[in-house]
């Protein structure tokens, strides 16, 4: 199902479908989005997106997980917090549909907004998007 290709210059790595070329520069530049709950499981993504999307490990600092409401209407989220750190996964090499799937799946603009945040990516720090509650 998916291979890894390891950058040991940046003691990071990528997992990816076997016929998907993923370089360093997927990993440090471009569109990606931080992830920290059911999407960090690469098959609930391929059922809301229709493919497989390639992934790796990142750290979110100053942020920490969080939930709002109780039993079946409990909701985890992304919060920020000064010190926190979250761990989760970048989505990398992501077209306009997969986009759109995830925004769908994270309500937004109703229920949520993209950010713009800073996630550590093996040795290398970057901007992502990521999912925040609308306050």
């Not at 990528?14 to 569109?31: I, N, Q, S, W």
């Not at 229920?111 to 290398?124: D, K, L, Y």
């Amino acid at each position: 199902m998916f291979e890894i290709t390891f950058f040991e210059e940046q003691f990071a790595w990528a997992a990816h479908p076997a016929r998907t070329k993923v370089t360093l520069e997927d990993l440090t530049e471009g569109d990606a989005v931080f992830v920290s709950g059911k999407l960090m499981d690469p098959e609930f993504v391929r059922k809301l997106t229709g493919r497989y999307i390639p992934f790796t490990a990142a750290v979110a600092r100053d942020y920490c997980r969080g939930e709002r409401g109780r039993g079946k209407n409990k909701t985890l989220l992304l919060q920020p917090e000064p010190g926190g750190m979250v761990l989760g996964v970048l989505l990398v090499k992501l077209n306009q549909a997969d986009r759109d799937a995830l925004d769908e799946f994270e309500q937004v603009p109703a229920v949520r907004e993209r950010v713009s945040i800073r996630v550590t990516v093996g040795a290398h720090e970057r901007t992502a998007t990521t999912f925040v509650p609308k306050e």
